[in-house]
């Protein structure tokens, strides 16, 4: 899939190097519920075991098509919000240098478009925990709407307990127009 910047492409064992390069900084894992990844096979394991469902992609820049970010609509029976085959849960991050830019936006409306229109879903659902305002940020930007607040969500990767804010949004709702 492809954006005016940015490419989303199937992980490769070859970004292995890439994804470790931005995972390893303690800026973007843990506000996301990850540890920091502690090297280049711990984020080769990722690729091969988190990053290998079937609408997980690389953010990509058009220009050099190296991964910066990651990007995943997670379908039922992999996310604790999907209920029906016609809902998914979106998740994302990016890399710290591309924090700011629009990228992840930009990102998130071509999985919504994919959601939407190839996919033939009827709601997209994503979350964040409380803190990650530039998360919450993109969601708004998205035309995403609050359903709930839930208290002592379970954040495994880091054995704690956080608050956790979840939105949702409907193929009604989506106004591809905005963009």
């Given at each position: 899939?492809?954006?005016?910047?940015?490419?989303?492409?199937?992980?490769?064992?070859?970004?292995?190097?890439?994804?470790?390069?931005?995972?390893?900084?303690?800026?973007?894992?843990?506000?996301?519920?990850?540890?920091?990844?502690?090297?280049?096979?711990?984020?080769?394991?990722?690729i091969q075991n988190?990053?290998?469902?079937?609408?997980?992609?690389?953010?990509?820049?058009?220009?050099?098509?190296?991964?910066?970010?990651?990007?995943?609509?997670?379908?039922?029976?992999?996310?604790?919000?999907?209920?029906?085959?016609?809902?998914?849960?979106?998740?994302?991050?990016?890399?710290?240098?591309?924090?700011?830019?629009?990228?992840?936006?930009?990102?998130?409306?071509?999985?919504?478009?994919?959601?939407?229109?190839?996919?033939?879903?009827?709601?997209?659902?994503?979350?964040?925990?409380?803190?990650?305002?530039?998360?919450?940020r993109v969601q708004?930007?998205?035309?995403?709407?609050?359903?709930?607040?839930?208290?002592?969500?379970?954040?495994?990767?880091?054995?704690?307990?956080?608050?956790?804010?979840?939105?949702?949004?409907?193929?009604?709702?989506?106004?591809?127009?905005?963009?």
């Amino acid at each position: 899939m492809e954006t005016q910047r940015l490419l989303l492409r199937r992980w490769r064992e070859s970004d292995a190097e890439d994804l470790y390069f931005y995972a390893r900084d303690p800026e973007v894992g843990p506000i996301a519920g990850w540890p920091p990844h502690e090297s280049v096979e711990e984020s080769l394991s990722v690729i091969q075991n988190v990053l290998s469902g079937p609408e997980a992609y690389a953010i990509c820049l058009k220009e050099d098509g190296r991964a910066i970010g990651a990007i995943e609509l997670k379908l039922k029976g992999h996310s604790d919000l999907v209920e029906g085959d016609d809902e998914g849960e979106l998740g994302y991050w990016l890399g710290k240098p591309f924090w700011g830019r629009g990228l992840m936006p930009e990102a998130v409306r071509e999985m919504l478009r994919h959601a939407f229109e190839d996919l033939g879903m009827a709601r997209v659902w994503c979350a964040y925990y409380d803190g990650n305002t530039k998360s919450k940020r993109v969601q708004e930007k998205c035309g995403f709407r609050y359903r709930w607040t839930s208290r002592d969500v379970d954040v495994p990767l880091l054995h704690e307990k956080r608050t956790g804010h979840v939105n949702c949004l409907t193929k009604e709702e989506w106004r591809p127009d905005l963009y």
